[in-house]
C-alpha cells in the first residue's frame, strides 16, 4: 500500500467504527502543526465519546490505534478527535500558555502547571519554543505528570 493511501483507508476504518455509535458519523482528515495527521469524527452527541475531560477520547484513540496498527502495521502515527474537541483544547491551551508565559518573563519565577495529559504537555512544549526566553520542562510520573515553565538562564 502506497503511503499517500493510508489517510484513507485509516478514514474508513474509523468511520466504520463511528457508525456503530452514529450511523450519519462522518470523518474529516487534516494536518497541523499540533496533531500531525488527524482524524476528526463528527457526530451529533458527541458527550460519550469524550467524556470527562477527554478522558474516553484517550481510551477510543487507543483501540483505534491499537486496530488500524494490527491491520496496516506500516500506517503512519495520527490522531483522532471528536467534533474537535482537542483542536479547541489546543487553541485555548495555546492562548493560556502564553500568558502564562508572559508571567515568567515579567517575575523571572518558573510556573508550574496543573497535571495534563501526553497531548497537552505537547501542545504547550510546542507554543513556548517560538519563546527564546523561556524554557518548558515536564516533571511528575503518571497523572500527576505536568509542564513547568522556567526562564531560560
Do not use: C, W
Not at 490522531?79 to 500568558?99: F, G, H, I, W
Not at 515579567?106 to 505537547?122: D, G, N, Q, V
Amino acid at each position: 500500500m502506497l503511503p499517500t493511501e493510508y489517510p484513507n483507508v485509516i478514514g474508513d476504518e474509523i468511520k466504520k467504527l463511528a457508525n456503530f455509535l452514529d450511523p450519519r458519523a462522518e470523518v474529516q482528515i487534516d494536518e497541523s502543526l499540533y496533531f500531525g495527521l488527524r482524524f476528526n469524527v463528527l457526530v451529533s452527541d458527541a458527550r460519550y465519546l469524550i467524556g470527562e475531560h477527554g478522558v474516553n477520547l484517550l481510551y477510543l484513540e487507543y483501540l483505534v490505534k491499537r486496530i488500524v496498527q494490527k491491520k496496516y502495521p506500516e500506517a503512519p502515527a495520527f490522531n483522532l478527535d471528536v467534533n474537535d474537541y482537542r483542536l479547541r483544547r489546543a487553541e485555548s491551551l495555546r492562548d493560556e500558555v502564553k500568558s502564562v508565559a508572559k508571567k515568567v518573563r515579567m517575575y523571572r519565577k518558573e510556573i508550574s502547571l496543573e497535571p495534563m495529559t501526553a497531548f497537552e504537555r505537547r501542545i504547550i512544549h510546542v507554543v513556548l519554543a517560538e519563546y527564546p526566553d523561556i524554557t518548558t520542562e515536564s516533571v511528575g510520573e503518571g497523572n500527576a505528570r505536568r509542564v513547568v515553565i522556567k526562564p531560560y538562564p
